[in-house]
């Protein structure tokens, strides 16, 4: 049984506590395999932003190979110095934030016992990925007694870690404000009898193996916490300060974070708890962020399954903080707004509701996001286009008046201009450019899927996307589990379309390429003329019904092939679809009708929205051109209104200087 | 003040043609840009159902695929759109002398008048141009130390509220300073042609000191045409849609019309105002003169009647 209503949740919790019997209990049937279980004490130092942790983990082999050793992700280490990889690969730089000069960060560990004995002296770094030296995000630790199959090993580590500062790739300091992410030594992934424990990238995010965490975080009494995990306990220190206990069960990382200067808002929606952590300063956007964290669990559950844990947390970044903004956490995820933004653009909303779609790609699926970003983000960005543009009608990025941009827009404009760089699935740091690994592993992903989807049927991918979520929860899918998914539940085998993406970079683009309608003549000449006369003298007079022979040619631009409808408009209003499987360069089709040819589309609706270019994809015998002269008119008309009032170049000027 | 915007009618009776030469400027040199991007859009969109639907109002979509599909566009565009701007405000040079000459000596126009002040004065009015840039750009650089302020009152990690009031409080500061410069280069041209001074930077001088000497007077004459210019945009903002959103030839011909009123109304606008400051300068020297004279009116008993 899961227990998931809140108060009989906190009545088992409190019950643990006052009989100080074994950690509280989350659900009575692990949901995961429980491999890296983590004990961590931990000791924030605000003046100097120091971490001083220590960290128990109970490790199993679950595998059917022996271990020999162990590797570990020194994540904070990615800000120890200018040749890390991640400073090498970023230049400094992580979304437009940059790193202070005095900010760095980092990760030592102080002693290392296995089983009981020290083995801290053979700590070994490893650049598995790359060819920088000096890189020290990953470590490896030999072990003196092979781990059989389904034997476990506990490790004590002892270690200081300084967070950098400002937040930065999404972990930091700023001030009073504390956001700890990727702050613990955290052991790799063991699978298919090698070690999978990547150098911190600056395009990767993270892979793990699910566990139990208990988490004592001790921070200035007064200040709030925010976690992973369920508070179990707030034990108020002597010296001034609190130990904020966190049970998580069933998560594969642990983030925190805290401030004096949160102001908390609280909802329920169905049966998750939701916790807004604002800034003071955009307190009064807090009922805006629960609002949006609260249609996102609903959507969520509703179209894409359970989301199992009892609660989550949104955590807003501080100003001058938002290096840890727009990032996601089991059951703890970052937003990012700004002050004063207004309420048609989405900024907060779109965030929330990504970040919480995270806690089921991220989180339940957890796939290898070093190696298959696309899992994550994609599917993520896919599901976020859907349920955006489904609350806010097709404008789900901007809605201010005349300027509206949907979602869905506004994914494809970012896979237009990177469509073509890489195959889109690739190992995160072989990208051809930090842009290539995002359209890759964000926008295109979201528009394949959701040409897919309109290919498909909405229903089918959305049941498709519950399958995949039942059967794949907790197990670490890959690309292939994925498709196999989709293709049993639409019932065919669609590895012909994934194929074209995932290992090329072809392109799609159909296009109308010519279109005719010209009346039939008689035919003429010798043998015909003869007919004719007799044809004329003999028969009585009929009344000619004129005849129109039309036609169109189609063209596929690119490589990529996928079968599209053509829609043919008549004189008389009737309309023709053909379907055309795209497998030849062109086709044509040729009619005659009574009625003339006025307007061939291929893909009609503009299912396919991979299509490279929209403006060709039709043709018309009758153009109008009233269209076109009113945006001339109308760019006559501001462009005469802004030789009046160059005043106006203020407002972009003001908004950075 | 009402004084000077009712005889500003009476001297822009006199002269309509005026604002038909702004009008037309304004009207041609923004053609000279919207007719070679319309063949450029005309071009991208071919014969395709997307043109059509460009009568239904702005299509994201269209968009989207001009942005992208023609890269070279920007390259074209920004420096056909610096042509203009920098021909447009050199055509503005020659009317406004012309204007001002024909304003201070009370003239219906005269086309070699007009022409010819236009011509004299058209090397003074682009220094006093590039004058009043500096000025305004060491008014801006002032605007800095409004963040200076901030810092003083709320240190270097203010709240993001105050950050957002500060930073209005910067752009309302910069608004300000536009229209002051503004207002000194319309009275530095008066005060030019008038006194036909030749050192231009003694002309600006002199219409940052007439500005704020007649304070009272300059900033609530600019304010009435300004609220006027808002309460006209205001009208248009309103009164657009009814007509925006329909299709048919007939809607973009009226759609047109309604737009080229406002721009004319606003040229209207200009001009009043241009005679309106002339007016005003005209009085506040006369007055200046007056005051002088009558100070040496009041010297002379003073002097010895023995001498
Ligand atoms: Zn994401």
């Known amino acids: 049984m899961i227990i998931r209503n809140g108060f009989i949740l906190q009545f088992f919790l409190y019950l643990a506590i006052a009989t100080l019997s074994a950690q509280p209990v989350i659900f009575e049937n692990p949901l995961s395999p429980r491999i890296a279980n983590y004990d961590i004490d931990v000791e924030l130092d605000t003046s100097n932003r120091m971490l001083h942790g220590r960290e128990t983990l109970t490790w199993f082999n679950k595998t059917d190979t022996p271990v020999q050793d162990l590797h570990f992700h020194l994540y904070l280490n990615a800000f120890r110095n200018s040749q890390s990889t991640f400073m090498i690969e970023s230049g400094g730089r992580h979304r437009s934030n940059l790193i202070d000069k005095d900010g760095w960060g980092y990760i030592d ?30 470590c490896r630790i030999p072990l003196f007694h092979i781990l059989k199959p389904g034997q476990s090993v506990n490790i004590e580590i002892e270690f200081t870690a300084k967070l950098p500062t400002p937040p ?29 424990c990547h150098q911190f990238h600056v395009n990767t995010e993270f892979y793990a193996d699910f566990g139990v965490y208990d988490v004592r975080i001790n921070v200035p009494a007064g200040n709030i916490v925010g976690a992973t995990g369920l508070e179990v306990e ?34 329920r929606e169905q049966d998750v708890d939701i916790r807004v952590l604002m800034q003071s300063d955009m307190a009064y956007q807090g009922e805006r962020h629960l609002e949006a964290a609260k249609f996102s669990v ?87 286009a859907k349920i955006m543009d489904h609350i806010f009608n097709d404008a789900g990025a901007i809605n201010m008046g005349a300027v509206q941009l949907s979602n869905k827009q506004f994914h494809r404009l970012r896979y237009l201009f990177f469509a073509d760089y890489d195959p889109m699935l690739k190992h995160g740091w072989k990208y051809y450019s930090g842009s290539s690994y995002g359209a890759n592993s964000y926008s295109r992903p979201a528009v394949i899927l959701l040409t897919l989807d309109n290919y498909l049927g909405a229903d089918v991918m959305r049941n498709a996307m519950q399958e995949y979520v039942k059967e794949w929860s907790f197990k670490h899918p890959k690309t292939n589990d994925f498709i196999n998914v989709i293709s049993r539940v639409a019932g065919q085998d669609l590895n012909w379309y994934f194929d074209q993406i995932l290992y090329s970079n072809a392109t799609l683009d159909y296009s109308v390429a010519s279109i005719y309608s010209r009346e039939v003549k008689k035919n003429r000449g010798v043998d015909f003329d003869d007919l004719e006369e007799n044809a004329t003298s003999d028969s009585l007079e009929v009344k000619e019904i004129k005849q129109y022979e039309s036609g169109i040619g189609v063209r596929r631009l690119g490589e990529f092939i996928f079968p599209v409808e053509i829609e043919l408009t008549f004189a008389d209003g009737e309309k023709i679809r053909e379907k055309w499987d795209g497998k030849d360069l062109w086709k044509r089709y040729k009619y005659v009708r009574e009625s003339k040819l006025i307007s061939a589309t291929v893909d009609p609706e503009q299912k396919i929205l991979i299509d490279m270019n929209f403006s060709n994809n039709s043709r018309t015998l009758s153009s109008k051109d009233h269209g076109l002269k009113k945006v001339a008119i109308r760019m006559l008309f501001w462009l005469q209104s802004f030789l009046e009032m160059p005043e106006l170049l203020i407002f972009p000027f003001s908004l950075s200087r | 003040m009402i004084d000077y915007i009712k005889q500003a009618g009476t001297i822009r009776c006199k002269n309509k043609r005026l604002i038909l030469f702004y009008f037309a400027a304004s009207l041609l040199l923004s053609l000279i840009v919207v007719m070679p991007l319309r063949s450029f859009m005309s071009r991208f969109l071919g014969s395709s159902l997307m043109r059509s639907r460009l009568e239904s109002g702005i299509d994201v979509d269209f968009l989207i695929e001009f942005w992208f599909h023609s890269p070279g566009f920007t390259a074209v565009l920004v420096p056909l759109l610096l042509l203009v701007f920098v021909s447009y405000l050199c055509i503005n040079l020659v009317f406004s002398a012309g204007t001002i000459g024909l304003f201070l000596q009370d003239k219906a126009y005269e086309s070699s008048f007009f022409w010819g002040i236009g011509g004299s004065y058209f090397w003074r009015f ?68 008038q006194t036909d001074e030749k050192r231009m930077y003694r002309a600006v001088l002199h219409g940052m000191y007439f500005v704020l000497r007649n304070f009272s007077r300059t900033v609530p004459l600019a304010l009435f045409y300004l609220i006027c210019g808002l309460l006209l945009f205001a009208i248009y903002y309103y009164a657009s849609p009814l007509i925006a959103y329909r299709t048919g030839f007939l809607a973009v011909l009226i759609l047109f019309l309604i737009q080229q009123s406002f721009i004319f109304l606003r ?41």
């Open chain 1, 298 to 384: 609903r959507y969520f559950q509703d179209w894409y399954g359970d989301y199992p844990f009892p609660n989550l947390t949104v955590v807003d970044p501080r100003r001058g903080a938002f290096g840890s903004g727009g990032m996601e956490y089991p059951t703890l995820i970052t937003a990012g707004t700004i002050y004063g933004l207004p309420a048609g653009v989405y900024l907060p909303e779109l965030v929330i509701l990504h970040e919480f779609g995270h806690n089921y790609w991220y989180h339940l699926l957890a796939s290898n996001e070093f190696e298959e970003a696309w899992l994550d983000e994609g599917i993520n960005s896919y599901t976020e």
């Open chain 1, 234 to 267: 707030i034990i108020e220190n002597e010296n001034g300060t609190a130990t904020h206990v966190y049970h998580a069960e069933d998560v594969h990382d642990f983030a925190w974070t805290t401030s004096p200067n949160f102001v908390e808002f609280r909802g």
């Open chain 2, 267 to 307: 040229m209207v606008l200009k001009v009043s105002l241009m005679a309106s400051e002339v007016l005003l300068y005209k009085d506040c020297s006369e007055r200046l003169m007056q005051k002088k004279y009558a100070k040496n009116i009041e010297l002379r008993p003073v002097v010895p009647p023995s001498l």
């Open chain 1, 109 to 138: 560990i102080d002693s290392i016992t296995i089983d009981g004995s020290d083995v801290s002296e053979y700590i070994e770094f490893l650049q598995p990925d790359t060819d920088h030296p000096h890189d020290k995000t990953v």
């Open chain 2, 126 to 193: 682009l220094r006093i141009t590039l004058w009043s840039a500096l000025l305004f750009i060491i008014l801006m650089a002032l605007s800095v130390l409004l963040g200076n302020l901030r810092q003083y009152f709320h240190g270097d990690d203010p709240l993001a509220n105050i950050s957002f009031y500060w930073r209005w409080a910067r752009i309302a500061f910069r608004f300000l300073c536009f229209g002051y410069v503004m207002m000194v280069i319309d009275y530095a041209r008066i005060f030019t042609v």
């Open chain 1, 168 to 196: 930065f790739a999404r972990t930091g300091a700023k001030a009073e404000y504390f956001f700890a992410g990727q702050w613990f030594p955290k052991i790799g992934v063991f699978e298919n009898g090698v070690w999978n």
